[in-house]
């Protein structure tokens, strides 16, 4: 039998939200419940156990109806050590409430690791060299060759960790430097940079951001009209130094948008001769790649076209499936619609088309 303890009775100040920083919502729900669930979708947990300060304890229970919550202490070392006293599996792991990105085979490999080592504690190679620090200076260079990050979950048998926490004497780091002080050497397992944990405000923006693009192309002899990629069989094309590919510029300026970014202008000037006659959908994709390397994705993406003439509806399918491989979405996620304005303004003269785009990222 495997107890989990979600460690949650800190207060997350450093966090500064005014509540326990578990009670944010990420992906529709707390970060809480997000880490519990990583762990319930396993099947492995028989028992779960909450320690909570107790200001949160009833708000605890309501999200967690299946848990035993259990009062912390002042300190984290007192917090846990009060979780093993309530805990009943002879393999107990212990997971902070705060890293709700752990993963299946993070979680598989220290319960795999407690049962062939005794212990199992989700750590990775440090990435970048590790120093003692005081005052503002370097005391001592530690290096990073075999130098671990140790997150949580950490896994034991449950009478070696108690017997270690019974020994304990101050406020231990984690649940291993206990081990390793009273019991022996822990065990390694699969830990990784993903399965962070949120400690300050800038850790919980992930969000969902929204832009806003328009564009206008005039229309013109002896020019094709592309409208997202898509060909569109017409007497008069739109003119302008790309294709000039309404539908796509309005897009991709409210992607930048989105991002904070500049317009397309400034990263793709129609005074530099390698846009000229360029395809629109190579510019998507590099904004897609611009977006990318600031860690946003296109969650969805909608488009209303005003055009007089031609008739878009037949094309707008194509449209769609376009803009969406450029974007590397699903269709579902690409909107477009097409309106005429009854013969008003400069579309209604059928002097050009416009279009307005709004598109969500994501990170
Ligand atoms: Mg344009």
């Known amino acids: 039998m495997i ?47 909450v320690t909570a300060s107790p200001a949160d304890e009833a708000r605890i229970r309501e999200l967690l109806p299946r848990a035993k919550v259990v009062t912390g202490g002042e300190t984290r070392t007192k917090s846990v050590y009060n979780g093993l006293k309530a805990a009943s599996g002879e393999i107990v792991v212990i997971h902070d409430a705060a890293r709700p990105f752990v993963t299946e085979s993070i979680i ?31 005391t001592r260079t530690i290096g990073k060759k075999d130098k671990y990050i140790i997150q949580t979950p950490q896994a034991f048998c449950l009478k070696d960790i108690l017997a270690a926490y019974e020994k304990a004497d101050g406020d231990e780091p984690d649940d291993s430097a206990l081990y390793l002080k009273h019991i022996g050497k822990p065990h390694l397992s699969e830990g990784s940079p993903q399965n962070r944990k949120l400690t300050f405000k800038e850790d919980f923006i992930f969000g969902n951001r929204i832009g806003n693009g328009y564009d206008t192309h005039r229309f013109a002899e002896n020019r094709k009209l592309i409208l997202g990629g898509v060909e569109i069989p017409c007497e008069k094309g739109l003119i302008g130094h790309s294709d000039a590919d309404v539908v796509t510029h309005a897009v991709m300026d409210a992607l930048l948008s989105a991002a904070g970014l500049r317009d397309i202008g400034y990263y793709f000037p129609d005074t530099d001769d390698a846009y000229k006659d360029i395809s629109s959908m190579a510019l998507l994709e590099r904004v897609t790649a611009l977006l ?17 003439k031609p008739k878009l509806s037949p094309h707008i399918p194509d449209i769609k499936r376009n803009l969406a491989a450029a974007l590397n979405i699903d269709a579902t996620r690409v909107g477009v619609t097409a309106t005429t304005t009854e013969g008003l303004g400069f579309i ?16």
């Open 292 to 308: 990318k390397a600031r860690g946003f994705k296109a969650s969805n993406v909608t488009v209303a076209i005003l055009a007089e």
């Open 3 to 49: 107890t989990l303890i979600l460690t949650a009775a800190g207060t997350g100040a450093r966090a500064g939200f005014g509540e326990n920083k578990i009670f944010k919502i990420i992906d529709g729900v707390t970060v809480l419940e997000k880490a519990y669930a990583a762990f319930s979708a396993t099947g492995l947990i028989n028992e779960y156990i």
């Open 348 to 363: 209604g003269r059928e002097e050009g088309i416009a279009a307005y785009a709004t598109a969500l990222i994501e990170k």
């Open 108 to 138: 598989k490999s220290a319960i795999e690791s407690v049962k062939k080592y005794g212990s199992g504690i989700a750590a990775y190679p440090s990435p970048d060299t590790l120093c003692d620090g005081s005052d503002g200076y370097i």
